[in-house]
């Protein structure tokens, strides 16, 4: 009754047009009250309508939000943490995934950083959405960017045995570094808080050639080992150099 006294369109819609088949005396007095002008579009049924326009476009604007604060965070985020467990490291929460990622994907060269940028800005987009301080986002763009983002991580899913392969690499040569320096400051008597680097600068000469000279040229060990430093620093370079990887 109160959307008839207020005029509203489809219920005036529905007296104007309908025809009852069955009226036990509320239709008819409605139809004859519209015919006659007695039920007027009311500023209250406009206002109304007004309203309800602005409260469903917010609705449309929250839902295509919560798109971005869900499903293209989740898509992102997911994504990046499977590939870090499959590269054998341990999860880490959302809020420190960026700097993960930048360690252990971009620094080697196997991520472009605007992808780890991307991460960070929609990890920090969630967090303003969730919290009301950002309103208007432009959703498309985002979840363009989502998609590149996960085609790109799928790219690297299947070349982890060449992700594997870097990070064994860069722990065997690093390892392989410092037991060389140990020996060569051991031999020479330098300072037990003497770095690598330090070694080199102290000796004149790179680790490898000192190594070399004092170990390999003087008999102390064999030659095998000079041949694996090399080994693994060819294949060092291979991974580094991305060419299988970009393949």
């Given at each position: 009754m109160d959307y008839a006294m207020t005029g509203h369109p489809i219920v005036y819609f529905?007296?104007?047009e309908g025809v009852p088949l069955h009226d036990t005396g509320?239709?008819?007095p409605w139809k004859k009250l519209l015919e006659l002008g007695k039920i007027p579009k009311t500023r209250e049924a406009t206002e109304k309508l007004m309203e309800e326009s602005i409260e469903r476009?917010?609705?449309?604007?929250?839902?295509?939000?919560?798109i971005l604060a869900e499903d293209c965070y989740r898509a992102m985020v997911d994504s990046t943490l499977a590939l870090l467990m499959l590269m054998d490291f341990d999860p880490v929460l959302p809020n420190q995934l960026y700097g993960a990622v930048k360690e252990l994907l971009v620094k080697p060269g196997f991520l472009e950083?605007?992808?780890?940028?991307?991460?960070?800005?929609?990890?920090?987009?969630?967090?303003?959405?969730?919290?009301?301080?950002?309103?208007?986002?432009?959703?498309d763009t985002w979840i363009e960017r989502a998609e590149n983002y996960v085609?790109?991580?799928f790219e690297l899913k299947e070349k982890m045995e060449i992700v594997k392969k870097h990070i064994i690499l860069e722990r065997t040569y690093e390892v392989m570094v410092k037991s060389v320096a140990e020996a060569l400051k051991t031999l020479h008597k330098l300072p037990e808080e003497t770095r690598p680097e330090e070694v080199e600068e102290n000796l004149g000469v790179s680790l490898k050639e000192a190594f070399k000279?004092?170990?390999?040229?003087?008999?102390?060990?064999?030659?095998?080992?000079?041949?694996?430093?090399?080994?693994?620093?060819?294949?060092k370079k291979e991974v580094i150099d991305c060419k299988h990887f970009k393949n």
């Open positions: 529905l007296i104007k509320f239709f008819t476009l917010a609705r449309a604007n929250a839902a295509r939000l919560l950083e605007e992808y780890a940028n991307w991460l960070n800005e929609v990890i920090q987009l969630r967090k303003e959405i969730t919290t009301r301080k950002i309103l208007r986002v432009n959703i085609e790109k991580i000279r004092d170990f390999i040229d003087t008999g102390r060990i064999s030659e095998r080992y000079l041949e694996l430093w090399t080994t693994v620093e060819e294949l």
